[in-house]
């Protein structure tokens, strides 16, 4: 089985190459995030024609997740236990299905704006939140991972230059303890192998020549249990999807499990 991830940056925006994508990619499974879309307004007519169902959480704006499958869903569950919200006002940022007897979970963790604001508060707490849903999955028999943007780098080699991170999101001591504390509910890093260069960069900004220079961050991850870690054969970034006009500032990452 093939199980990808990948912020999109707008589906709408995006769907020309998703399509495309899923058609010559092989993935049976693809968790995404910031859809940018109300549920609505989600393409499952066209992903049904390519053979897919959908699960959608999304309200519009630039949140939203979702979960496509062509190996079945079911078990849908949208947000988390006790989530926080953002100014009274839960979000949607997380959604797990159940797809060919794999369980998996895409999540879309906040940003944090910066260190200090409500937001970076907002993130730790749903961080916690995150953690306490997903730690009966991560503890069952399934093969189970939370798949997503985390917007957390988990090591310094994972951004281009740390020091041109400093004081900033990201890359604090709180925000990896809280990444810490969710593998400590029995989930590992499935860290993908790079495509080019030495490490597996996701997400290149869009600003002052990010991508050409590859200056990247690792914050799309995989984070299984041990049945699911147990599965995977091969992991790796799609890098060639950050290429040319149109593309989203991340890239797709891969795992193919041999279940």
């Known amino acids: 089985m093939r199980i990808a991830t990948w912020n999109v940056n707008s589906i709408t925006a995006r769907l020309p190459r998703l399509l495309a994508w899923?058609?010559?990619?092989?993935?049976?499974?693809?968790?995404?995030?910031?859809?940018?879309?109300t549920a609505e307004q989600f393409p499952t007519d066209q992903l049904r024609e390519l053979g897919y169902e959908s699960a959608v959480h999304a309200t519009g704006r630039w949140n939203g997740v979702a979960?496509?499958?062509?190996?079945?869903?079911?078990?849908v569950a949208r947000g988390l236990d006790g989530d926080p919200g953002y100014e009274e006002v839960a979000e949607?940022?997380?959604?797990?299905?159940?797809?060919?007897?794999?369980?998996?979970?895409?999540?879309?963790v906040p940003n944090g704006r910066e260190v200090g604001h409500a937001h970076y508060?907002?993130?730790?707490r749903w961080l916690e939140a995150l953690k306490q849903t997903v730690a009966a999955d991560a503890a069952g028999p399934l093969p189970f991972?939370?798949?997503?943007?985390?917007?957390?780098?988990?090591?310094?080699?994972d951004v281009w230059d740390i020091a041109a991170f400093d004081g900033a999101t990201h890359?604090?001591?709180?925000?990896?303890?809280?990444?810490?504390?969710?593998?400590?509910?029995?989930?590992?890093d499935v860290v993908p192998r790079p495509l080019k260069y030495d490490h597996?960069?996701?997400?290149?900004?869009?600003?002052?020549?990010?991508?050409?220079?590859?200056?990247?961050?690792?914050?799309?991850?995989?984070?299984?249990n041990a049945p699911f870690a147990k599965a995977v054969s091969d992991s790796y970034v799609d890098r060639e999807e950050r290429k040319g006009k149109g593309a989203s500032d991340h890239a797709p990452v891969v795992v193919d499990l041999e279940l």
């Open 22 to 37: 899923l058609e010559n990619s092989g993935t049976d499974v693809l968790c995404v995030q910031e859809t940018k879309t």
């Open 67 to 75: 979960v496509v499958s062509r190996v079945g869903l079911t078990d």
């Open 92 to 108: 949607p940022r997380s959604l797990a299905a159940t797809c060919g007897g794999v369980r998996v979970r895409s999540v879309y």
């Open 121 to 124: 508060a907002y993130k730790l």
């Open 145 to 157: 991972a939370v798949l997503g943007d985390y917007n957390i780098a988990p090591a310094d080699e």
């Open 171 to 188: 890359v604090t001591e709180a925000e990896r303890a809280a990444l810490t504390a969710l593998r400590e509910t029995g989930l590992s």
């Open 200 to 224: 597996p960069f996701t997400y290149w900004d869009y600003r002052q020549l990010g991508f050409p220079k590859n200056r990247g961050m690792r914050i799309d991850l995989v984070y299984g």
